[in-house]
């Protein structure tokens, strides 16, 4: 994809990751991912993992921002062709 071709809200494939648009830079865009939110929770004694689909993490609104209860990350424009809006089938 081209740098052009995102803008705020838009959906996205990455990798094997489906992300979306939370801000659009110069030459930068941030996204978080939506497929999938792993979480972890910690107590005296032991550390448990677990992973939300999107309609149970977006239920809980883990996409509700910003700020954004999950990580954005910053894809610069050296990835960006990396990207694709149809989700490519490995």
């Known amino acids: ?15 094997k990751g489906r992300w979306r648009c939370t801000d659009v ?17 910690v107590d005296a004694s032991e550390t448990t993992h677990d992973t939300l689909t999107y ?5 809980a609104g883990w996409f509700i ?9 910053v894809i610069d424009e050296n990835d960006l062709e990396a990207c694709s809006l149809e989700r490519d089938e490995l």
């Open 1 to 15: 994809m081209k740098h052009s071709d995102f803008h705020i809200g838009l959906d996205f494939w990455c990798g």
């Open 25 to 41: 830079g110069t030459r930068t865009v941030v996204a978080i991912r939506i497929d999938q939110v792993t979480t972890t929770t």
């Open 55 to 59: 309609e149970q993490a977006n239920a």
């Open 65 to 73: 921002g910003p700020p954004y209860a999950v990580a954005e990350l």
